[in-house]
């Protein structure tokens, strides 16, 4: 789960870290209202959940009332990565004077929290990586025992050699890591963190990344959901204990196991595919989650054909099969359907869909299936 802006701000208020004075509004009304308790000059910040919002034109700045009203209007409704803004975050403005870059992030490599730290701050930390990699500094953090004084001491005279500045980065950093840490995050970052021209802190950007897994340890952050950046079919597929995850393509999988949906969304791009989805219908997969996850998948108006990828191991094909066959009884499929049923009860499966004489295209292989829903989708 991704915290928009304002969310990881109000985490970070939380814990003590400084940010700015600023109201969230969803339209141009709210921030004219919310505009009287703040001084000028003030930042205009769209709020989705993607970055590059400055390079698109997300953040402005604005000197006055009139300025900030009529930033606001441009910057509500305008898309950002295909992502419409519905809400900006406003903001009395920081006089920048040094920025700073702070995160923790999750190295599953290492299989330990990483922080990275940067005095080039206020820039994607990819580009630094690629152009000036030693301006990074990392340390690995021991998972039991997390980041020490210590080591936040010796980062932040890393990052900055003057003492006052270096507290407050060091103190900075330790709330940070008791925010990912309390959170369950996979990362936590703040890009930029700044000292004004009057030495003043302040988190100007915030982001904070939580594991899914563990949400129900934190009822407070799921109820922080914002639904209007939410997938509707997202939502719906988790409500069946689906696993799905929206794509770009024309071709709808459902297939059963993630390491098989993941090995046959490859194929498909092999035979010079792109698939819509990832579809996840579980080991243990009934008639029902299998119409649940065709309703899904043609829910997507891109989708030109659907690959149905079985392998049955604790689940049955001919489960998968009585599915495919109320599927069709029940809901209008405008698109051809590709299938590859094997495995458990597989021969039961076949006699079943031959019986019911549906308008499936079956695939012996993996290969085989995944080239023919490719051709199929044109």
Known sequence: MKLIEYQAKEVFRKYGLPVQKGFVARSVDEVRTGLSALEFPVVIKAQVPVGGRGKAGGIKLAKDAADALEKATSILGMEIKGIRVKKVLVTEAVDIGKEIYLGIVQDRRARAPVVMVSAEGGIDIEEVARTKPEAIHKLTLDPVWGLQAFQARELGYKL???????????????????????????????????????????????????????????????????????????????????????????????????????????????????????????????????????????????????????????????????????????????????????????????????????????????????????????
């Open 160 to 378: 900055d050699p003057d003492p006052q500045r270096a507290k407050h980065l060091s103190q900075t950093l330790l709330a940070l890591w008791r925010i990912y840490r309390d959170t369950d995050a996979t990362l936590a970052e703040i890009n930029p963190f700044v000292f004004t021209k009057q030495g003043e802190p302040s988190c100007v950007d915030a982001k904070i990344l939580v594991d899914d897994s563990a949400l129900f340890r934190h009822p407070d952050i799921e109820a922080m959901r914002d639904m209007d950046y939410e997938n509707p079919q997202e939502q719906e597929a988790k409500a069946s204990d689906l696993s799905f995850v929206k794509l770009d393509g024309r071709i709808g999988c459902c297939v059963n196991g993630a390491g098989l949906a993941m090995a046959t969304m490859d194929l498909i791009k092999h035979f010079g595919g792109e698939p819509a989805n990832f579809l996840d219908v579980g080991g243990s997969s009934s008639p029902e989650k299998v119409k649940k996850a065709f309703s899904i998948i043609l829910a997507d108006p891109n989708v030109r054909s659907i690959y149905l990828n079985i392998f049955g191991g604790i689940t049955r094909c001919d489960d998968i099969a009585q599915g495919l066959i109320e599927v069709f009884k029940e809901m209008e499929i405008r698109v051809p359907v590709v299938a590859r049923l094997t495995g458990t009860n597989e021969e039961r499966a076949r006699q079943m869909l031959a019986e019911s004489k549906l308008p499936l295209i079956p695939a012996s292989t993996m290969s085989e299936g995944a080239r023919k829903a490719v051709e199929l989708a044109g």
